[in-house]
């Protein structure tokens, strides 16, 4: 969901640039990808709370759940997700050596589940 808020909010700065209108903020277009998406400024209203909930009870739990709050609560710059997501590919490749590595003939299926049971938690 946080990628595909980003994703929007990308398009919706790009759409605004062209424009010469200013940029909303994340938290602002939180709002508005839920109205865009749902229609309803109840259902998305609800979506927001629901999401903020979410995000208060997993940030500490879940990389991308405390990237995406911390952007929201602009203790990290938008463009952070970028780098958040690089660096979860990083260490995914590192983490898929490493394991590689430790058993060098374990097939790639066996690799990929230990993998995603690592990744995964």
């Known amino acids: 969901l946080a990628a595909a808020i980003v994703a929007s909010k990308a398009a919706h700065d790009a759409r ?5 209108l200013p940029r909303e903020t994340l938290a602002a277009h939180v709002g508005t990808y839920f109205t865009t998406r749902y229609g309803l400024a109840a259902i998305a209203l609800e ?11 997993h940030r500490h739990a879940d990389a991308d759940v405390g990237a995406f709050a911390a ?11 970028q ?15 490493y394991l590689r590595g430790k058993s ?6 066996k690799l990929a589940e230990q993998l995603k049971a690592r990744v995964s938690g």
């Open 104 to 109: 060098p003939l374990l097939p790639e299926a």
């Open 47 to 57: 979506w927001v709370a629901a999401t903020n909930a979410a995000m208060a009870a």
């Open 71 to 81: 952007m929201l609560a602009h203790e990290v710059d938008e463009g952070y997700w």
């Open 16 to 20: 605004s640039d062209e424009a010469g």
């Open 83 to 97: 780098m958040h997501v690089a660096a979860r590919e990083v260490v995914r490749d590192l983490l898929r050596v």
